[in-house]
């Protein structure tokens, strides 16, 4: 976690809760506020204990987050609590003057003073400079809303998928491809989030072979799943965050929150 760009290490007690010092606090604080980046370093309750405490001296309090916990759920229907909603109440209770979410994958309208923060286009301009892309790559969104989402990226050809989920069980009931993919060797798969990787392996099996395939998202979550993307030898890489995944991987490339929104 950053304070005004300073690494804030939590000092803690023997049992594992924080020791919070007041100077140690206090003395992070510039022109009497506090720009927070936080990426799960700490536990989101712990971060809040620290918000509030700069709220209770007057403070104002800028937070980033790397990751909006619980964004996912955000339906209303008779099977799933919209936690996205209670998580909600609890931050626009602290106070927050203005809070940042990275690649949001939900409507932020229920956070008071909410923005988005796009990382994909930064980590699309980081692979532009690594891999010398020209253009002719296919771009490949896995629905149309990842499509309409990044609309501002240029490519002279792009896909897209259409996708049908099942409520109950949350697994993808039908796929089907909208364009072509051009002659280029390469595809570029762009999304905001990957969590178990099911969407990106079932369109990895509508690609030929012989082409080589590059994955951006804002978020990747480290489980068992996505072994299946990092170990495939057909995706030379993954640009992502660090906002849920912090062990690298041989074709994982992963980059600080703290620098991708600068």
């Known amino acids: ?8 290490i939590v000092p803690r007690f023997s049992s594992g809760e924080m020791k919070l010092k007041i100077d140690d606090l206090t003395r992070l604080i510039k022109n009497n506020s506090v720009k927070i980046v936080y990426n799960g370093e700490i536990s989101i309750f712990e971060l809040f ?5 700069y709220k209770s001296i007057g403070t104002q309090v800028t937070l980033y987050l790397g990751y909006l916990p619980y964004q996912r759920m955000d339906k209303h229907n008779d099977i799933e609590v919209c936690t996205l909603e209670l998580v909600a109440q609890i931050i626009n209770s602290l106070g927050i003057d203005q809070v940042f979410v990275c690649e949001p994958h939900c409507n932020l309208q229920p956070i008071n003073n909410a923005k988005p923060i796009c990382l994909v286009y930064k980590l699309l301009d980081i692979m532009k400079k690594d891999l010398n892309l020209d253009g002719t790559e296919t ?27 099942s409520l109950d069980t949350g697994l993808i009931i039908s796929h089907q491809m909208h364009g072509e993919l051009s002659n280029s060797n390469r595809v570029i798969i762009v999304d905001d ?5 099911d969407t990106l392996i079932n369109i990895i099996k509508t690609i030929p072979n012989n082409k080589e395939i590059f994955v951006v998202c804002g978020h990747f979550e480290q489980n068992k799943y996505n072994q299946r993307l990092t170990s495939n030898p057909q995706i030379k890489a993954i640009y ?20 991708l929104i600068k």
């Open 193 to 197: 989030i990957v969590s178990t990787g």
């Open 240 to 259: 992502t965050s660090n906002s849920l995944t912090k062990e690298p991987y041989a074709n994982l490339k992963i980059f600080d929150i703290k620098d």
């Open 139 to 165: 771009l490949i969104f896995p629905d149309k809303g990842s499509a309409n989402r990044y609309s501002k990226v240029k490519s002279k050809n792009t896909v897209y998928f259409e996708k049908v989920r």
């Open 1 to 8: 976690m950053f304070i005004n760009d300073v690494d804030f």
């Open 49 to 53: 204990i620290i918000i509030k405490y």
